[in-house]
């Protein structure tokens, strides 16, 4: 029943208000992450995390290096990591308390899903 209501207020939002909604959203399972541990920032931590099996999700800003991102998405290709480019650093580096990275792993898969979702909705 509160799902229903939910999506019925969601339907109610105008796209900007909608995307406002989804990045608040985003912020906050981004910081609970953070928190549990469940995220590993930077180019080198993302590749080696990816390498050992243990991310569920990679996150690549926006506004990083071409020669950056091009280096994690062969890692992620290569190890089978979902992935979304998405965002600039210094945003998503608010939401998990890891200032200057441009490259997330998360490693939970629980968080990966609904931050995926999230994501998804927000580019909508």
Do not use: W
Not at 38 to 59: C, Q
């Amino acid at each position: 029943m509160k799902k229903a209501k939910d999506d019925e207020l969601l339907e109610a939002l105008s796209p900007e208000e909608k995307k406002v909604f989804y990045e608040k959203k985003l912020a906050s399972y981004m910081g609970f992450a953070a928190k549990a541990g469940k995220v590993a920032a930077g180019t080198n931590t993302a590749i080696f995390t990816m390498a050992k099996g243990k991310a569920r999700l990679l996150i690549v800003c926006e506004d990083i290096s071409d020669n950056g991102k091009d280096k994690v998405l062969t890692s992620a290709r290569q190890n089978g990591v979902e992935y979304r480019v998405y965002g600039k650093v210094e945003d998503l580096g608010h939401y998990t308390g890891k200032y200057g990275a441009g490259v997330f792993c998360i490693t939970d898969q629980n968080f990966a899903d609904v931050i995926v979702k999230t994501i998804d909705n927000t580019s909508k």
